[in-house]
Structures are given as structure tokens and as C-alpha cells.
């Protein structure tokens, strides 16, 4: 299945359509854009097996880029529009790109990894753009030597710096070849050519980029926000009557934390399917969410890598709260540190045995990482810690990356996490270990207020009086403080490494001026 076979069958559907302008692409004029874009790549002499990359926010362009790219055999490396110019010029070298394209919007950022890399060509949309020129220059033809390219996404960076996920060009050559995401969203989501969904969040990542593209496979409309607002999102679900839809559990805490007005105001009856990963969701906002829409929110536990799937329905996971499911593809081992299995009910770190068929990845330019990712079985992990229960369902502990040692007692932050950000007062909250003299690390956690006016020793006490029923002593907090904003990705993704870094900096320079 390829968008350009709905081209010829369908070409006035809708394939993609703007959630804040209203702009619309038919698949016909899907179709024409993605051929002018490979027909481009070609004549700028980049050929199958090279790179091209995309950084720019939810444009009307990017699906048209990210099929002409796919339709070329290229690898093309989707860039967050929210990195600063080293950080992408790092990308775009480590990746071996060879065209970038870019967009008016993001022409302070790109002006200057124009002057970092002064030989790589860029293209950019908009008013003071030439994209639009270049590629209206090209047929809107198939290129003679169409081949099925891939997406190679870099990790968010959460825990160092990103490293492109690299898997190998398909060895089916043909564009229309269907993988197992199609078979996944239509058999395991029910996502069909009827299907309108909704994507929120940000289409550089890989979740929003591929699941898009999966349903423009099959056929369906992709309604496209240009950046989240839980109050544009619903009414978007009304106005389009979307059918499936995709989320990260923020997007849940920020609709639920709408005034019930607000809530109660829009159809959402039209939803089948709500599809939610990313990152570990709440017990409680989960409940929520299925008490407002109904059990129709799915969820699943993967990765960029594509080693393993898990799945789990709304009603089984009210039969096993936090549950993240049972694999659907590879098979989940959880293992000790020395990579040997441990019973079921025993936490330990998560890893996929592959399935036989499975695509090997790698990460790009670092074997060493690529090595850590794989125990002595040949196993691979995304760094989870959980356990399985006799059944098979996976629950999520935290990330390993993320653990705090305390006095020598090892602490998880996403159990404190879940617990704050339930508090009224609290839109976001993340929770570091920070160096301390006697400790080791102590548990600091940094907040986002719901008004920034509240911050301060009052709202601290609160919050420390909110948890202490709920919480053992060496999990509690020893610091709270207070930000009007979190760095943290519209996927969902923390960057955790950036508040333990200036904490540790902060910790250093005390030390050194003997503070």
C-alpha cells in the first residue's frame, strides 16, 4: 500500500488536512508533491542509500517531503524544530546529510547552521523560500528508479547526545511494500481507509511521523495541529469527527485539567481509537480518560528502534492498572544485570528477543551504544526496568538511565512523578537525583506550577503534606523547586539530562567556591 495507488483511485480525498488554517492536501496532490520532491532529490544527485533531512515544524509540505524521500530510496533524518543550530548541525553532519530542508519559520536557527555548515545545501518553504520554486521546477512524475527508502530518527537526547537510529533500506525495493505497522494499525487499532486521525504532536518524532504515514497508507485523512492546545484538539475531534487519534499522557493531564465547562462542551463520541505511548501514564489520568471517552484508549510500550511491541486494550488494562500489555512482536525477557532471565513478578531491565524476521538497527556512528543495547543473548532493550505478571503484561517501572541512588537505596522517579502531578496546583513536575555530600544523590524535584504566582516555600509544603501519606521516607523529596517551564518535548519526552546537569553544575561550582 502506497498513497500513490489511493492517488489513482481517490486523488479529491483528503490525505492531509491543517488543523489551525484548514489547508487541505488531496492524495492527488500528495501524490504530485512527493514525485516532485524525489524527482529533486535525484536531480540534485543524491541516490538511493544517501541522506536528506527535514527540520522544520507541522508544515503542509512535510508529509510530501517524507514520501518523495521515501519514494527515492534515501534515508531521511527528521530533525526537531525545537534544537538549537549546534545541535542540528550535529545531526545533519553525524548522519551524513546531503540536502536539508527547512522552512521560513525556523530562519534565525537555519541561518546559522548555514554559516556552521556553509556546504550543505538548504531549501527552505515560505515567503523568502525557495523550495516552493525548486521543486514546482520538477515533474510531478515517479523518478525511472523508484525504491523504497526509510526514516532514520535520531533519540531524543534524553540521557546524552541523540544517536540516529539506523535500519537498512527494505530489501523489497518496491515503494507499495506494507510493513508491519500497516498490519498492526489495521489489524490491532482497527485503523482503516474510513479512519480521520488526529495527530498532536510535533511530526519529527517518530510515533507522529510514522503512524501518519501508516494511515495515508490505508488511506485514511491525517488531521494535522500545528502545535498542541488541549482546547484546539478537541475541537478538532468534533469539527472533523475523528474516529483514531494519537497522544502522549501530558496531552491527557493538560485536557483533563480543563474547567468540566470546557470539557463537557465537545462531541468526542465519534473516537474508536485512542492511541497513547511515548511515555508511562498515570494510573489515575488513564482512569480518567477512559471514565471521559470510554475504553477506547490503546496503548503501547516500543521504541524509534522497532525491537519489540507490546499492546494492551482499555479493558484489560482496567483488569491490570499500568499495565503496558503483552508483546505482539519479539518476545519480552526481563533480566538481571548479568542479562540472565529472572522469574515473572521480578523487576529487572526489559529486553526484546527478536522476532525471526525482525530488522536488525544500530546506532549511527556508535557501535559502542549500539553494543550496550544488547545483552550476551543477542537481546535488546530501550533501558525500561519493569517486570512482567503471570500472564505476560508488562509493567514499567522507570527508565534505568533515570534511577537515583540515595544512601546506597536505589529510587524511582516516575512513581513521584505520577504522584505530583495530580496535585491541582501542578501542571508538570520532574524528579532528579542531585549530587549531595552525604547522600550520594538526593531526590530534588523541579515544578511547573499551574500559576507561577503560587510558587514558593507555601506551595512546597503543600506538596510535601500531599505526598508524605503516599510516599516512604527515602522516596520523598529533600528539594522542591519551582519553573514556569520544563524541558520537556511535545512528544512527551523529558530531557531529564539538562536539570541533572545544571544541578551538578550548580553543585561543582558551590564545592569549588567552598560554599
Known sequence: MHPSIHARTNPDKP?????????????????????????????????????????????????????????????????????????????????????????????????????????????????????????????????????????????????????????????????????????????????????????????????PLRWSMTVQKLGGTVVVMEKFDPEAALTLIEKYRVTDSQWVPTHFVRMLKLPDEARTRFDTSTLKCAIHAAAPCPVPVKRAMIDWWGPVLYEYYAGTEGNGFTFITSQEWLERPGSVGRALTGVVRVCNESGDEVPRGTEGQIFFEPAADAVPFEYHNDPVKTAESRNKHGWTSLGDVGYEDEEGYVFLTDRKSFMIISGGVNIYPQEIENLLVLHPKVIDAAVIGAPDPDMGEKVVAVIQPADMAEAGPALAEELTAWLAPQLSKVKMPRQIDFREQLPREQTGKLYKRLLRDEYKAAYDKAEAEGV
Open 15 to 207: 490525505a492531509v488536512i491543517m488543523g489551525a488554517s484548514g489547508e487541505t492536501i488531496t492524495f492527488g496532490e500528495l501524490d504530485r508533491r512527493s514525485n516532485r520532491v524525489a524527482q529533486l532529490i535525484r536531480a540534485r544527485g543524491i541516490g538511493t542509500g544517501d541522506t536528506v533531512a527535514i527540520c522544520m515544524e507541522n508544515h503542509p509540505w512535510y508529509h510530501g517531503l517524507a514520501w518523495g524521500a521515501q519514494r527515492a530510496g534515501v534515508h531521511y533524518v527528521c530533525i526537531s524544530s525545537r534544537l538549537t543550530a549546534p545541535e542540528i548541525a550535529y545531526i545533519l553532519q553525524d548522519s551524513g546529510a546531503r540536502l536539508l530542508f527547512g522552512s521560513g519559520y525556523l530562519a534565525p536557527v537555519l541561518d546559522e547552521v548555514a554559516r556552521q555548515l556553509p556546504d550543505l545545501p538548504q531549501l527552505r518553504f515560505g515567503a523568502d523560500g525557495d523550495a516552493e520554486a525548486a521543486l514546482a521546477a520538477q515533474p510531478d512524475t515517479p523518478i525511472a528508479d523508484e525504491r523504497a527508502g526509510v526514516d532514520m530518527l535520531y533519540s531524543s537526547g534524553t540521557t546524552g547526545r541523540p544517536k540516529g537510529v539506523k535500519i537498512p533500506l527494505p530489501e523489497d525495493p518496491d515503494i507499495a511494500q506494507a510493513n508491519a505497522l500497516v498490519g498492526l494499525a489495521n489489524m490491532a487499532f482497527g485503523i482503516t481507509a474510513d479512519s480521520i486521525y488526529l495527530s498532536p504532536a510535533p511530526l519529527y518524532h517518530a510515533a
